[in-house]
């Protein structure tokens, strides 16, 4: 029987839990409709706070609110410049994005979404 290859190992696992320990990682909760239906209220995030340089394309990542700097948000990079990028809302019709706030900087980046808790079990972004 060949293991599912959208399923993380024991040994992934083991290594994710080890990054969370040490704080590496972090889990955020879903709150919001602006990420539907990607993300849904409730699910619970990994993300990856130990990143640099420009986030990949497409992918979702954990921001400050540029017009609330105590809040985060997650988002999806949309494009990005020399050393900008922007983001928006998978449902453009709810919450705030770079159409509202402009690009953001690197200094705005908290982290990547490494993988996705949810009703459907973990999901691993990119992955089929």
Known sequence: MNPDPRRPSCRVLGAEL???LRGARTLRVVHG????????????LWIDTQVSGLPELGSLVLIQDPQEPTRDM??????????????SSDDPTQGRDSRQF???????????????WSSEGL???GSS
């Not at 690197?106 to 993988?115: E, K, Y």
């Open 18 to 20: 080890w990054a969370l």
């Open 33 to 44: 409709e602006s990420m539907e239906p990607t993300l849904v209220a409730g699910d619970v």
């Open 74 to 87: 997650v988002k999806r990079v949309r494009s990005h410049g020399e050393a900008s990028f922007s983001v």
């Open 102 to 116: 402009g690009s953001l900087r690197l200094t705005h980046l908290r982290g990547r979404v490494v993988g996705v």
């Open 123 to 125: 999901k691993i972004p």
